[in-house]
T-cell receptor, first 110, second 113 residues
Framework: QKEVEQNSGPLSVPEGAIASLNCTYSDRGSQSFFWYRQYSGKSPELIMSIYSNGDKEDGRFTAQLNKASQYVSLLIRDSQPSDSATYLCAAFTGGFKTIFGAGTRLFVKA | KAGVTQTPRYLIKTRGQQVTLSCSPISGHRSVSWYQQTPGQGLQFLFEYFSETQRNKGNFPGRFSGRQFSNSRSEMNVSTLELGDSALYLC????????????FGQGTRLTVV
């Protein structure tokens, strides 16, 4: 069983819409969760971190965490073509190891 | 504040050779993690170092090794290169304590021919 699972996509949304990206994790000891954005040919860029249950908002991005369901999500409001990238969900485990999902490719159509 | 610096950016090596990659973390960061990224496997954890100590290691053969120096700079070494080692190798630096964020360097693209 993969430790962090994401739908590989591609997820296609029109410009201005809300993009919803989802992630589940298997290690209940995971303490911290992160969303990274990776453009083709570039390295991952941290866009959100979340540590406790509930929602965390930063600009157009909202991260949601539900530890009971072992579920993390990222909402991108007012999606722009520049948001087209692969989004990686990551979980920091108790073993000082951050595990990444395979990523969801997002396409925002102009 | 300077970001994470990885050198070299690109490498071409022949099967059987060895290679050393370098990572300089953000100033003040004591943790360096290394990852291998391939199209088929995604980001795979190699190892994590904190204050010169390896705290965790991923499921890679012993040909992959690393170390961290007292100034927090880290190197990883791959011996007896195989074609399957062709990948983007990324390092990420962070404070190294729980609930803290890690930031990636630009990566080293290794091609084994």
């Amino acid at each position: 069983q993969k430790e962090v699972e994401q739908n590989s996509g591609p997820l296609s949304v029109p410009e201005g819409a809300i993009a919803s990206l989802n992630c589940t994790y298997s290690d209940r000891g995971s303490q911290s969760f992160f969303w990274y954005r990776q453009y083709s040919g570039k390295s991952p860029e941290l866009i959100m971190s979340i540590y406790s249950n509930g929602d965390k908002e930063d600009g157009r991005f909202t991260a949601q965490l539900n530890k009971a369901s072992q579920y993390v999500s990222l909402l991108i409001r007012d999606s722009q073509p520049s948001d087209s990238a692969t989004y990686l969900c990551a979980a920091f485990t108790g073993g000082f190891k951050t595990i990444f999902g395979a990523g969801t490719r997002l396409f925002v159509k102009a | 504040k300077a970001g994470v610096t990885q050198t070299p950016r690109y490498l071409i090596k022949t099967r059987g050779q060895q290679v050393t990659l370098s990572c300089s973390p953000i100033s003040g960061h004591r943790s360096v993690s290394w990852y291998q990224q391939t199209p088929g496997q995604g980001l795979q954890f190699l190892f994590e170092y904190f204050s010169e100590t390896q705290r965790n290691k991923g499921n890679f053969p012993g040909r992959f090794s690393g170390r961290q120096f007292s100034n927090s700079r880290s190197e990883m070494n791959v011996s007896t290169l195989e074609l399957g080692d062709s990948a983007l190798y990324l390092c990420a630096s962070g404070p190294g304590t729980p609930n803290t964020e890690a930031f990636f360097g630009q990566g080293t693209r290794l091609t084994v021919v």
